[in-house]
């Protein structure tokens, strides 16, 4: 659990609480019942309602800030192709991975189209902010 600076003014719960609750729901993404079954077993008697409540007014300052904490993406990146099935329907999953195996972005198509997963993958580097030292094959 971080520190929090956010201000929790009005609220019944302290502010521990409270970021416990949301760190919870977002690292782990676990379901609403499942954060209160949680606290609950600690002694803490919140309702899911209200975690609902918090994540929907603190939940994506919390998120920015663990995107913050993400540690920098690996200097090679390569394109890795896997077929799944969806309800029995197979699919297409284009992952762009760096060397250590961290997956950075997800693509899903119904058809095989290399053409498209190679200008998704020249999108992502794009849009972050640390390029690869050298883009894999």
């Not at 077929?83 to 250590?100: H, K, M, P, S, T």
């Not at 189209?113 to 640390?130: E, S, T």
Request: glycine share 6%; net charge positive.
């Amino acid at each position: 659990m971080m520190s929090d600076p956010v201000s929790y003014a009005r609220h019944r719960f302290p502010a521990e609480i409270i970021s416990h609750a949301v760190w919870l729901y977002h690292v782990f993404s676990l379901s609403l019942r499942d954060v209160e079954l949680i606290l609950a077993e600690r002694g803490i008697v919140v309702t899911h309602e209200s975690i609902r409540h918090w994540c929907l007014r603190f939940g994506a300052e919390f998120a920015g800030r663990l995107r913050r904490r993400r540690p920098r993406p690996g200097d090679t990146w390569h394109l890795d192709e896997v077929f799944v099935r969806i309800q029995g329907v197979l699919y297409y999953l284009w992952r762009a991975v760096d060397q250590n195996g961290v997956v950075l972005d997800i693509l899903v198509q119904e058809r095989r189209d290399g053409a498209a997963a190679k200008r998704f993958f020249k999108h992502l580097l794009q849009g972050v902010q640390y390029k690869p030292r050298r883009p894999g094959h």
